[in-house]
RNA sequence: CGGGAAGUGGCGCAGUUUGGCUAGCGCACCUGCUUUGGGAGCAGGGGGUCGCGGGUUCAAAUCCCGCCUUCCCGACCA
């Protein structure tokens, strides 16, 4: 260790907010050269090494092969598969001196479809799965938390190129599984959820999330075992609503409500819940302005929004826009007299004598009833999970939870293939696309995502599968070097150890023992010199032993 | 991109409000002696364009203008 570079730092870097990135920067691990950019040091790079051979290790038993495709790919290329425009700003690209067009890779789907439909003619040669280890690059718009969400990241990513539908699946569940042998073996808890499948596309896919506090996304899972992405998740309302119970329709009716426009002032103000609200909110998209409504006490699930109106954007319209469509400034808007289509969620519909916006300014309506009083073009699933809305799949509560996304798999079908020309030779003669699917892991998000679970006040506790080395041998009190070199060597054999000979006073051997987090810690001081016994610690549980050096190698579990 | 905060030896910070002596503290680093079980002690020492550029002033880390970088929140709730 005297001779290992492994720069530990005493305080917490400033830049540093959640606990893995503190970690990682104070134990050596990392070190940042720009903003979401950052360098590995020896031992950051020997546990992003360790997760690598995991995953070679159980996609190479699960048929998959190793390629490494190049990260700067021509601007052509991108341009048949049409992402080069709809990938937008978080492409990162450059132009070589002749003024040609590049990119560096976010992801490969279309270098590794260029490659299959070079080199594969017939049925015979499918199926066939490739993977590489790269670094990828994302001009993300906010890079945090260190290597959690940064701009230049390690991954894995994989590849299948399958002659039918059925062959996918497989291939997709030989992934599946491999992911989860994956990301056990690295000693992560996580789960399963169904998600959406953003702008790689495709039939369906999973995210595999470790479950953590400061993780970025929310996810909910049932007891039952279902699991999806907030934005995905299947539910149903929380049943029996106490203090709402049916009602006579009223007449409608416009109130004057000068200055108040959001759904909490609104209620002050004429006394009545949100949950009696029909908050109405306009957007601008490629097909025109449209109005979602969801009921006074939920939240607008945009994602929802843009696939039920099918548009490939929207944004929050601007106050003219509203003006324009509604006759009203913000906050006044409602559904009734719309001129634009509705898209409803289906638990507005059930609202009796709700309030919303009359569509201009400083009035609102109360006693609006469906069908009654608007009509709306669709109707369905619209607002957000929230806590004590149910599973769809058991009726169980649904528990909502953060976590940090390690491993994503799509089935893609023909997205690529089609639009790359990625063709076969049928059995029955006939030309036809591959059916593709895609597989990530962000390796050095899961070294990340691996402290966030497993670390303590004084520092990481590592998984003994992924820690960068699997032994501290503190050397302390004078003369201990020569035991501590033959324990070494012997240890050695069969261990990863890391010798701390540093001249270093006890306290900051310990200290840095306990920052690094190896799971298991040999003392040899005091109580070698007493006894002949070295002191064992296990940094996890902190119990511990002491054992005669005779043999030792024989005596720890790691 | 909008809002907030911050840039001062390698790291963490004070100083800026109210301009003024040689820019300071802790840690780290170098030399020597002592020390050796929870981030050692004493003595001596090295290291700073105070983010960059411009301006105001007798005088700028400090005031003004512009820019750069970093971090946090948001980028959908009318």
Redesign the pocket.
Known sequence: MSEYFLP???????????PS?KLMI?SGMIR?L???VYEFLPLGWRTVRKIEEIIREELDAAGAQEIVMSAMQPRSLWEESGRWDLYGPELMRLKDRGGREFCLGPTHEEVVTKIVSENVRSYKQLPVTLYQFQMKFRDE?????GVMRAREFYMKDSYSFDADLEGCRSSYDLHFKAYKRIFERCGLEFAVVEADTGNIGGEFSHEFMVLASTGEEEVAVCSCGYGASSSMAGFKGPEGEPGFPEEEEKPLQEVHTPGV????E?SGFLSEKPRKFI?????DSDKGPVAAL?RGDH?????KLLSASGAKWL?????ET?KAVTGGP????GPCGAKIPVFADEEVLAVQNAVS?AGKKDYHLININFPRDYTVSWKGRLR?LQQGDLCLKCGGELKIMRGIEVGHTFLLGTKYSSAMGARFVDKDGREKDMIMGCYGIGVTRVAAATIEQNHDS?GIIWPAAIAPFEISLIQ???DTEDICRSLYEKLSEKYEVLWDDR?E????K??????LGLPVQI??????MKDGKL?V?CRRSGKKEYLSPEGIEEKISI
């Open positions: 530990t730092l005493k305080e917490d870097p400033r830049e540093a907010e959640i990135h104070r940042k720009a903003s979401g718009i906010r890079p945090r938390f426009t959001t759904v909490q609104v908050k109405t909110l306009i957007f969801v939240e607008l699930c945009q994602d944004n929050l319209a601007e106050p509203v913000p906050g006044f808007s916006g957000k004084d302390l009190s004078g001249d006073s006890p306290g900051v310990f200290k840095d023992a306990q920052l003392i040899v001081g005091k109580s070698y002191e610690v």
